[in-house]
């Protein structure tokens, strides 16, 4: 991975397969915070805090336009706000160093659109903000395919991600489709490998055509040291898909 | 030593391509121009594999990748 500073052209920012980019957002924020309790007693001369454990992640974008063209950001965010306590969560991908095999990327679980506001003000064109809250967990990961349109089956074996060594923990796999059409089948897989010889299946997500779309996949046991991404595509068409993993 | 099975997908050199990717140290080591010329093979679940690279084999069989079973039974060997 590159090191070193990233600008605003290395946002990355999709939910459950929009591309929230797209809406010309003007500042995006992830923000994870940890709960600290006040332990200081009797004796001591200074304040101390020790982590209870518990940590709550937000996740924020603002200044979008508010554009009701299909897939952008009216389709993406209306009717996204909870209204029944069997909601369904939302999948959401963010990244601040841009769109590169290997690169940082942070997935969530459980995601609600918590606040969606929309502005509008003499002298602009109308916006919408969003605040994303988080009820289960961050998986900070890599991203192995970055968001690219695909016309045939492909994999990423010639440019795998490298961990150094193998993990024990599982993983958690994250896929966005923003595009699809034509294709009667698409199967996105997660492969892993010890040697770089030999890749197997990690993981598999849905076959699904339906973009957009997004899913998160959970996996146990080794993660081999190298990880690919795979794309089985079914038919003639084309499908623009986005996909990270988080090691246990 | 019985044949070989896979349990998940697999994908691999063809035999005939194994010695360039050794020799480049791996599929993702290898240049443009060797890339195009090497064939991979792809194994689906539950076929045979038994020209799988020897270098990858007891890892694979090890976390339950690939199986090892009887010729005649077609059972996975305890």
Redesign the interface.
């Known amino acids: 991975m590159a090191v070193g500073k990233f600008g605003p052209a290395s946002g990355v920012f999709l939910v459950d397969g929009y591309n929230m980019l797209s809406n010309k957002i003007t500042a995006m924020r992830e923000k994870a915070t940890s709960q600290l309790t006040d332990t200081t007693g009797i004796g001591d001369t200074f304040y101390e805090t020790a982590p209870t454990g518990l940590t709550s992640v937000e996740v924020t974008q603002e200044g979008a336009f508010f554009d009701t063209t299909a897939n952008y950001s009216h389709a993406a965010l209306s009717g996204s706000v909870p209204s029944s306590p069997q909601a369904t969560a939302r999948v959401l991908c963010v990244g601040f160093a841009g769109q590169t095999v290997g690169y940082p990327m942070v997935g969530f679980q459980g995601t609600y659109s918590q606040d969606y506001e929309v502005v509008a003000e003499m002298g602009n064109l109308q916006k919408a903000n969003v605040t994303y809250a988080m009820t289960g967990q961050r998986d900070a990961g890599v991203i192995l395919q970055p968001l690219a349109a695909q016309t045939d089956s492909w ?1 990423t ?4 991600v ?1 961990n150094s060594a193998s993990t024990s923990d599982g993983g958690v796999g994250y896929i966005q489709c923003t595009a699809a059409s034509g294709f009667s089948g698409f199967v996105g ?1 997660v ?1 892993h ?9 990690l993981l598999s997500f849905t076959d699904d055509v339906s973009a957009p779309f997004a899913e998160r996949v959970t996996v146990s ?2 993660v081999n040291r ?1 990880l690919s991404f ?1 794309g089985i595509i079914t038919g003639t068409g084309s499908i623009t898909v986005f996909c990270g993993f988080s090691r246990g | 030593m019985g044949k070989l099975r ?1 349990t ?6 063809t035999p005939a391509s ?1 010695k360039v ?2 020799a480049a ?6 240049t443009p121009e060797q ?1 195009a010329k090497v064939s ?1 093979k792809t194994v689906k ?1 539950g076929k045979f594999c038994d020209d ?2 020897a ?2 084999r007891d ?2 069989i090890k ?1 339950g ?1 690939v199986e090892e079973v009887t010729a005649r039974s077609g059972k996975a060997k305890a």
């Open positions: 994999d074996t010639s440019t795998p490298d897989k492969r490998s010890s040697d770089d010889v030999t890749y197997s299946d046991g080794t190298y795979t | 896979a998940v997908d697999l994908v691999y050199p194994l990717v050794l140290g791996g599929i993702s080591k290898l890339r991979l679940a799988l690279p270098e990858s890892a694979l976390r990748a």
